[in-house]
Structures are given as C-alpha cells and as structure tokens.
C-alpha cells in the first residue's frame, strides 16, 4: 500500500501560481494539515482509522428526523430557506439557553451568536480580540483546529502544562506573570474543560474554580469550548465554566457531537458588548449563519426525544472507550503509557523514549492503521513522542484490530530502536521531555 | 410611528465593556450598518420596504422539495448530515460547473470552493490576498456587504467611476495609474457585472472586454460577484468575465437568488493554486462548509425543474421592475433620475440637488416608505443625493404605493427646501456632484 502522492498537475500549477507575491501575510507558512491528509487516507476501508474526530451518527432516527423535517419545510419553508438574522434566529438560541441549563448554564438568549460550527465561532472570537502578535494561552496539548485558526491571525500560542486533571493552574500562573514580564498582550486563555481534545482528561469542579481564580486575578479571559460536555460516561455533568463566572467567560457550544456535524451548528455565549462585536463579525463573514441548518436543528430539538439519543450515543461511545482501553492494555509495549477518558472521544498516548510517532506514520498507515501524530496538537514543535487515538467513529471489533496493529508497529519501532540505536534525526527531533498528562497505565 | 431606538440595557452593557480596551484594531470603528438597522423597520407590515435585498422565494414548490429532502434523507442522511470536504461536497460541485455553463464558463470542479453564500467568498478571498493598509478597487457604488468586509481587513477601498455601461475602463486606468505613482498596493478590482447592486447597470460585453485589457496590462486580479446573472430580463445572458478570461478573474456565485439564500450556499471559482489557499482558509473558518444545506441544494437541483423555476422568477421580477419604474414615473419630482435594470432586483436614483437621502430616512420611514441611502454604497462617504430602491420583495401594488410615498416625502423635502434654502448642515455634507449612473428619466 503506498501514500497518496499531490497530482502533477497540483504541483505544477502550485510552482506557476501568478499570484505568489500577493498573498497576505497570513497566509504565509500555511500549509495542509496533517490531519487534513489523513482524511484521506483514513477513507480507505483496508485502514483502521483512530485518527479522525468524526462521531458515529448512524443510530439517529433518520426516518423519524426526514419526516419531520418536511413538516417544517411545508410549514415554515419561506423562513427557513430565507435571509435570516446575523445573530442566529431566536427559537434556536431559546433553545440553546435550555441545552446549556444541563450544564449549570442560565443564559438569555439575548446573549447567543449562533456560528458556523463552534470552529466559526472560534473564528469571530479570534477576529475580534486578537491583532498580530497577540498572545493566546492554550492548553499542552490543544485542539489542531484552533491552532489553526489563531495561527491564521498571526497570534503567538503559549501553551500551558497539563496534568491528569486537565490545565494547572500553577503554570498558568507562571505563564501569565512571565508574559507579563516580558511586555507581551494576552488576549484570552482557550481551554476545553471536558474530555479534552486531544488528551482526553477532565478538570474537575475545583479545579475549574482554581483556573477562574487566576484568570480573575490577571484580567484574563477564558474562552471554553465544550463540543463533549454532554457525552460523560459516568454521573452527572461538572458545571461548566461559564456557570462558575458569567463576565469573564466566552463559552463556545455546538450541535455536532449529539445531533450531526454536516448542520453546522455551533455558537457562543458572551456578554453583551462581546456579542454585539461577534455579530457584526458574523454579518461581515456570511451575512448569517444557515438558516436552513437552524431551522433542521431547532424541528430536531423540539420534535425529537434528543436527550434520549444522547443517552444512547453515551452508552455507545462507553463501549468504544472500553474496547480502546482494553486493546492498548493488552497490545502496547511497555514503557507507554495514556490517559482514561471519562467521557468525549479520544486518548492520549505516551509512546517509549526514543519513538517519534510523526517519523512512524507512514509505516503505521502501511500496517492499515492511522492515528494523528502529537506534534499536530503543540504550536512549538513539541509532542513527537505522543499520539492521539480516537474511538469514536470505528466499531468495538476494529478498534481492537486497529490497537493491535498499532501495538505491532511499535513493538517493531522499538525493536530497530533497540537494534539500531537513536539515529542522528531522532536525537534532534525527539524533545528530552513529553508534554500533557501522562496518566499510568493499568 | 417612532424609530427604534438603542435599549437602555444595550447602551449601559456597551458603556459597562469589560474587555473595551482588548478588541483587536480590525473591529475599530465597526458599526451596525444601515441596512442592518433598516431590516428591523422593514419588518413592520405598516412600512413598504423598498430597502432590503431579500429574493421573492414563497413560489417555490415547496411541497415537492419537502418530499425530495425527506428521500434523501433516508437514503443519504449519515453522509449529510456528517462533516464534509472543506472545498466542498464533489456532486455540488460538479453540478456548480453546470450552472456556470449558462455564463459561458467551462471550468473543472476542482476549482470550485464551496462557501457559506457568496458573501463568504468574499471573505475568504479578502482574508487571503489583503493586509491591513491594501488597496481594492470597487465600482462607485459598489455592493454595501462587499464594503464591510473590505473594511473589517483594514484594506482601503478606491472608488471607480461607473456609466449606464458600468465601470469606466478609462477610470480604471487612471485609478491605477495614480495609485502606482502614489506607492500604493493594489490586490484586486471588486466588480459585480450584470445588474449591478446598487446600480441596477449591466457591463455589455464590449465593457467586459475592455476592462480584462486594462486588468492585464496592469496585472491586476479581477473580483467577478454574479449572483444575479441568470435573472435577466431580455435574451440571453451576456458572457461572464471569468469565460473570457480564465486566468485573471476570481468568480463568486451563488444560489442565493434562483433557490434559497438560507440554504447559505455560494461559490467561489478560481486558478488552482489561489483555490488550495481558499480550502485553507475555509477549513480555518469553519471546518467545512455546511454539508447538509449543499446536499439539499443538489437535490433541488437534480429532481426539480430548477431552470424552469429560473424563467418564473425572471417573469415575476421583471413585472416587478415594470412597477417601479412606472411608479417611479408618475410620482418622483422632476430632477430625480434613475437607472433602467435589465434584471436583478436595484434601481439607483439621483435626487434633485441639495437633497440628502440620509437626513431624509427617519422622515421617510415616518411617511412608512422604506429605502437605502446611497452614502451605505460608498467608502468615502459620498452618495448622499443618491437612493436604492429595491423592487425584490413587495408585490407591484406595494412597489407603486412605495413610489407615491417616496414622491410625497421628495416634494415636501422639496418644499422645504426652496422655502428656507440650503441649510448650513447640507451646504458642507451634499457632495457638488453625483456619482453613479444617472440614466436619463423617461
């Protein structure tokens, strides 16, 4: 099995692009991710993926979902397929005021801005606050996707250490005196406090009120984002962020982990001034978010036993997390250790000294297993020792299959490590120190 | 009748801005436009809106597209309703390049990006080629939308003169003469060829052809916006620039006005190399763009009588446009002037000189007739002589009875005007001379 190549045509016209010197400078050093690659490679049905973030949403009630969506087409079609408001229309975002109260949130609609996916709204908050040069905090390892976005507005990402209760608040601490020292702005923290993407951990309530304190005490914004919130797989939600601190928390939500990531659904609950900003961001991108998608979602809500469906997609994703769980403890080799989610989609390993999971990738896709190389997840070059592993698209039986042949590929790594030694790249590229936690093995 | 007014709570929040000082330069002096504020008065049933843009879509058949959803639905739902390509979905796109063989445009879907309506084309295009401080060169008046986006990147926009043939190729030469002798960089001309909104004027294609030779000669990239180009109200549609000149244009389309604008569906079409940057950013922006909405519009695409639908709008619109310019006859002043449209939905007055439209809204709206100001199409705060009026949305017997209206408020303002004279507010705000075309009235 080879890797896809780019085109020749692609490479041609990239090498005889006219425009080359005119491009802003924000587009300079942008490139594919690799996660983006990966998609690609990841469609091929010989190959395990545990490396996309796309949920399983094969068990919604399709029939049910495509008769009451013609209902609301013959009923309400001229709004529906119209021009709608900036901010997002106003049965949705009541809606959303009752979707966040499960997590401790009471909110006025008033103060929603639905986007195009919470990546949009990710977007619009970085647009608004953040000039090139501007510091954004972010948690070791973060999300590839925001990474992307505040790269593309030429802020600077200082991560924060981790440990198996999510962001310390000690090194923020650290972070945010350093930073000050040294003259730099400090637009916002961006954390995701449940499940977190890519490293899987949760903070608890008290740390939650720690993080809050320090940002209190620097002027800190914090921007959450909580796409998992509501797939926890054992008691009750922690209260969300914004519930503990209304003023200086921007809480970004999304439809697309418990009802369908194609609506485009997401949104952003700030105080008024800041949503006053986001709309006017939001009419100046896209006029207004879907209105069609809005509508799908707002019939989806109110006519469907949505909270019911979230039950079941948590039981199901508990299944995967316990197949994933039990396929790295009986396949890894040791010396590698990951975290234990509680909930959401992904896990978080620590490979053996000396292994460099960006360099073994391409041998782990020719053994037909894919995953996303740490390094994806750090904005300085760091976590070529780490490996993030998602369970939540693939059945129960491959991602089994898939832990063992990623198991096979590593014990194979380490044999020509054992063998061989580090060779000259590796001693260079392989950071001394792994980042993010580190949880035991058991 | 009263205007709306700012809650209290809106201003005290706004005055209250805990993050006042942090929002990033882009959003200094970002205002809720004019039209956003006229769209909340439009929606009173009392006033006859000749302000808004918003297609006339209550004959689509509804009923019909409800079934053909609710099918596809149940035999493609898992795939639409889960993320998607950032370029786009391929049958949407393949089908786009149909749609675009209409204009005379052979292209390959490959270099089509989808995006969430053409005004996101328009983002993404900015967001790619302009630094804060750029030039772009836009018809004088140019689409009040593409405006605000300019703005919010920081570019300078540089007004081109137009004619009853839209753009002067003579004033785009001279434009960018002076701006080369002044050090400025210029990153691309915005034009809107056919139906121009706000002006109502189509380029013939002896314009179209001139412009390209001047574009070229100065190595200038060409911004085509075409949302209205199959709603033409005589013969065939005038060859797109993009069919006459592959390599220099960057083309924006949509199916905001021959579908549904709340599907939030547009296009862009560009070389292959300013496309792989467009995904880039799309994927930044928003991960993809909706995929549920662009499986919804190839389904109305390929099961329903889309060009049909495309002829009854020309016809309802076009008996729409008779309205008006009837109207427009029996109740303007004489002095006022105006544009002829061959499709689209603007027509573009000049008022008799010393009037201002902007000071003369709230009285018009007052007399519940509904209009835009011509300052909100330009930069430089020109336009105030000028008036778009739309003849999209009301019914003929509203579009007449918005004419007597506006008439009625033009011969008071008239009144007043030859009774007491210029006032000292409107000797320095009313520009000397128009701008615009100023189509004889006949």
Redesign the interface.
Known sequence: MSLPEQSP??RQ??R?????G??????HG????AV?SLFEVANRPEVVSLAGG??N??D?P??V???N???M??KE????????S?QGEPALREAITEVMRLEGIHAHRDDVTVT??S??GL?LIT?????PG?VVLAEAPSYV?AL??FR?YQTDVVHVAMDEHGLQPEALREALVGLQVAGRRV?FLYTIPNFQNPAGVTQPLERREEILEVAREHGL?VVEDNPYGLLSFSGEPIPAMRSLDA??VLYLGSF?KTF?????VGWVLA????R??LV??Q???????????Q??VTTYLTTCDWQGQVVSFRDMYRIRRDAMLEGLAEFMPAGTTWTRPDGGFFVWLTLPEGLDSQAMLPRAITSRVAYVPGSAFFADGFGARHVRVSYCYPPPDRIREGCRRLGEVLHRELDLHHTFGLDARDATTTPPLTRGPRANQS
Chains 1, 2 share one sequence.
């Not at 005119?22 to 587009?27: E, G, I, L, Q, V």
């Not at 079609?77 to 709608?84: E, I, K, L, S, V």
């Not at 369908?260 to 485009?264: A, N």
């Not at 105080?271 to 800041?274: E, G, K, L, M, S």
């Open positions: 045509r692609a016209d990239t005889l692009d006219t425009w080359a005119r491009y802003a400078a924000r587009t942008t490139t594919a991710s983006r796309m949920p949403i094969a919604l399709l029939d979902i495509a008769d969506l013609a209902a087409i013959g079609g001229p709004r529906a397929m119209q021009y709608g900036g195009v996916g990546q949009q977007d647009r608004i606050f953040c000039d501007d996707g992307g976005t593309s637009k914004m003023d200086n697309s369908s990531p194609g609506m485009r105080p008024h001034a800041v006053e900003k006017l961001a009419e100046s991108a896209t006029l207004c978010p879907p209105t069609f998608s509508f799908a």
